[in-house]
């Protein structure tokens, strides 16, 4: 402002600015399409959310540094386990805030949900189709909370990474969420590419959901672990009978089906049971023991695929993470050693602790027949 003495180009500033700020663009509201297709908007990130699955927090903290602070209430169903709630409190105390909304299989307390004022309800695409889940999401809604639907579970494969998008969108935490999705699409990649030689040899496996060497078998159809073996090389034997998710079919079956693989999933609440005992804060010789006596159960011990060391456990609750990128290796390797003999899913477990987790939770993830 030439020829304007600097007492009057201050004022003319001081004049200018409103109209400066009213003229400036307003930070656009943020809008996804959730995974049952419809629209959430937000007016700017979400900083105070309800997880419809507590478990989910570790979902949040490949996101975020201090996920905790993020979260508001959830429900106690599919809640962390002990050690890892355990290690997380370490981390951060103020998770012990953090309300309950609800703590049966699907319910939810609106009137709590409500009273918290978040700015966002997470629900899975398991509360999908549940009648009072609907009517509660509607309540919600009608309050003005916004609802978006994820899933890392139903179809892992197919919706973990567009699930942690939509998160990363509604958080503020873009970038992070594309760097995850680089470094899972990139080792996802390595393995299909591989697969792709139709003249490739897919051994036929059997899935032992929740194994005990009692009431067998719990297996899986489609979905979950279905996606992970058919990604890794192998054929799920399981959706030859199974209309649905899960299911369950008789030891007689198992014998007669000769598996090329027996693949068993296991965590700390089948201990009691005589079961697979793998995951957080359980010793390597825990785990190994437990497969042991397992393989050693009348019936699976006749198996082919025993006998010929084919066989392995895994933890069950890699079906709610997309950190299941590490199993989908170690399936690949076990079902094609020579084929996928670089492949380090140990290292690759330590790297996302390294470059995405702000806690790490030491345990035993998978064992085989000699451990």
């Known amino acids: 402002m030439p020829g304007l003495r600097p007492i009057a180009r201050l004022a003319l500033a001081v004049l200018l600015l409103p109209l400066l700020l009213a003229a400036a663009p307003l930070r656009a509201e943020i809008t996804v399409t959730d995974l049952l297709d419809r629209e959430v908007t937000l007016p700017r990130p979400a900083q105070r959310i309800v997880l419809g699955e507590g478990r989910h927090m570790t979902v949040l903290a490949l996101l975020h540094d201090d996920p905790v602070a ?30 309950p909304v609800g703590s ?25 189709g549940d009648p009072g889940m609907d009517r509660a999401r509607q309540q919600v809604e009608a309050a003005g909370i916004p609802v978006v639907y994820v899933d890392f579970f139903s179809h892992p494969q197919e919706n973990s990474i567009p699930s942690l998008t939509i998160l990363g969108r509604l958080t503020g935490a873009e970038k992070r969420a594309a ?30 959901a929740h194994a005990t060497p009692q009431n067998c078998c719990a297996t899986v159809g489609a979905g979950v672990f279905h996606d992970f073996v ?73 198996l082919r695929a025993v006998e010929e060391g084919r066989a392995a456990g895994i933890w069950h609750l890699f079906n709610d993470t997309p950190v299941h990128i590490a199993l989908i290796e170690y399936l690949a390797r076990s079902f094609h050693p020579d084929l996928f003999a670089d492949l380090d899913p140990a290292e690759t477990l330590a790297e996302i602790d390294r470059r995405f987790l ?5 345990g035993t993830w998978w064992v085989g027949p000699d451990e």
Not at 233 to 252: C, D, H, K, P, W
Not at 255 to 271: K, N, Q, R, S
């Open 104 to 128: 049966g299989n699907r319910d939810i307390s609106v009137e709590s949900v409500i009273a918290l004022q978040p700015d966002l309800l997470v629900l899975s695409l398991m509360d999908r």
């Open 230 to 302: 058919t990604t890794a090389g192998g054929t799920n034997i399981g959706a030859e009978v199974v209309r649905g998710v899960l299911g369950t079919v008789s030891l007689e079956f198992l014998i007669g089906a000769d598996p090329d693989i027996y693949l068993a999933t296991g965590g700390a609440h089948l201990g009691d049971r005589s079961g697979l005992v793998l995951g957080s804060e359980i010793p390597a010789d825990t785990a190994a023991a437990s497969f042991r006596g397992l393989l050693g159960a009348p019936g699976f011990s006749s």
């Open 70 to 99: 993020l979260v508001a209430g959830w429900r106690l169903d599919k809640a962390l386990d002990a050690p890892t709630l355990a290690a997380y409190r370490a981390r951060f105390p103020q998770i012990d805030a953090i309300r």
């Open 358 to 362: 702000p806690v790490s939770v030491p």
């Open 179 to 208: 760097d995850f999705a680089e470094f899972y699409n990139s080792r996802l990649e390595r393995i299909t590419e591989r697969l792709a030689d139709p003249a490739i040899t897919r051994p036929r496996v059997f899935i032992h």
